[in-house]
């Protein structure tokens, strides 16, 4: 789940109207024209199924990364229920989403380096490369999908406009994942910037440093194709979930 998605791929922001944005686009449509190019190579050669070469250890990243964090979170938030008279507060779904993404981050990290390393990682310390970030990233994007979904929805049906059906599930989804968007985009420009840096950066914190000084919405670089990719990731995935709990008989208090 999107919520999860590697950081493979991601565009490095650059300064509008800079020599470094001129250069950025080039190499961006440079990248695309590649990526098509060899798209058609693969399915000439290989066939259409070559493209989804590497699915097993996607769906394996998802089913570790993502079904940790919801897992979590449901597991401990009923517990929360059943212990009072109503849901918990809101800090308390923000707490275990952030336990819940975290946990799952550091869990789907393996599957997801053997995903974009296909295979080649080397040793049992390297499949956790890069775990702190994701487990960052995993605890941002739960709170922003998970705990704020669950917060939105019991706002809107307090209101006594709409009932527990799709269209709360889906108004409630698109804010959550409008929120997991803001949350997790600072930390993707640095990750990007990191990736894609000369060494000139010593670190995550004089990344973040040297990137806010281009501006205050220099963390946000990206916000809209970010957010057209994750908010109907999430939008589907509360769906759907809010369904299996509608026919497998899962009373969740809201």
Same mark, same amino acid.
């Given at each position: 789940?999107?919520?999860?998605?590697?950081?493979?791929? +991601?565009?490095?922001?650059?300064?509008?109207?800079?020599?470094?944005?001129?250069?950025?686009?080039?190499?961006?449509?440079?990248?695309?024209?590649?990526?098509?190019?060899?798209?058609?190579?693969? !399915?000439? /050669?290989?066939?259409?199924?070559? =493209?989804? *070469?590497?699915?097993?250890?996607?769906?394996? +990243?998802?089913?570790?990364?993502?079904?940790?964090?919801?897992? !979590?979170?449901? /597991?401990?938030? *009923?517990?929360?229920?059943?212990?009072?008279?109503? &849901?918990?507060?809101?800090?308390?779904?923000? =707490?275990?989403?952030?336990?819940?993404?975290?946990?799952?981050?550091? @869990?789907?990290?393996?599957?997801?380096?053997? *995903?974009?390393?296909?295979?080649?990682?080397?040793?049992?310390?390297?499949?956790?490369?890069?775990?702190?970030?994701?487990?960052?990233?995993?605890?941002?994007?739960?709170?922003?999908?998970?705990?704020?979904?669950?917060?939105?929805?019991?706002?809107?049906?307090?209101?006594? !406009?709409?009932?527990? *059906?799709?269209?709360? %599930?889906?108004?409630?989804?698109?804010?959550?994942?409008?929120?997991?968007?803001?949350?997790?985009? &600072?930390?993707?420009?640095?990750?990007?910037?990191?990736?894609?840096?000369?060494?000139?950066?010593?670190?995550?914190? %004089?990344?973040?440093?040297?990137?806010?000084?281009?501006?205050?919405?220099?963390?946000?670089?990206?916000?809209? &194709?970010?957010? !057209? +990719?994750?908010? &109907?990731?999430? @939008?589907?995935?509360?769906?759907?979930?809010?369904?299996?709990?509608? %026919?497998?008989?899962?009373?969740?208090? /809201?």
């Amino acid at each position: 789940m999107a919520g999860g998605a590697g950081w493979a791929g +991601r565009a490095a922001p650059a300064v509008p109207g800079s020599c470094s944005e001129r250069v950025h686009l080039q190499t961006q449509q440079e990248a695309k024209m590649r990526m098509m190019g060899m798209a058609m190579h693969v !399915i000439r /050669t290989d066939g259409f199924l070559a =493209l989804y *070469n590497g699915l097993s250890a996607s769906l394996c +990243r998802q089913m570790t990364y993502s079904l940790t964090r919801f897992g !979590i979170y449901e /597991t401990a938030k *009923n517990h929360l229920d059943q212990g009072s008279k109503g &849901p918990p507060p809101f800090y308390q779904k923000v =707490l275990l989403g952030a336990v819940g993404g975290f946990t799952g981050g550091l @869990v789907g990290t393996p599957a997801d380096m053997v *995903n974009a390393r296909e295979g080649g990682a080397e040793g049992l310390k390297k499949l956790f490369s890069g775990a702190t970030m994701a487990s960052s990233r995993g605890a941002l994007v739960t709170i922003g999908q998970i705990s704020c979904y669950d917060q939105t929805k019991q706002l809107v049906l307090a209101t006594g !406009i709409l009932s527990d *059906n799709i269209l709360t %599930h889906f108004l409630a989804s698109v804010i959550a994942g409008g929120c997991a968007t803001f949350l997790c985009q &600072p930390l993707d420009v640095l990750k990007t910037r990191l990736m894609n840096s000369q060494g000139e950066y010593q670190g995550v914190t %004089h990344c973040a440093i040297e990137t806010a000084k281009l501006g205050p919405l220099a963390l946000f670089q990206g916000f809209v &194709p970010a957010a !057209i +990719r994750l908010v &109907p990731h999430t @939008v589907l995935t509360f769906i759907f979930l809010e369904q299996l709990r509608k %026919h497998f008989g899962m009373k969740v208090i /809201t």
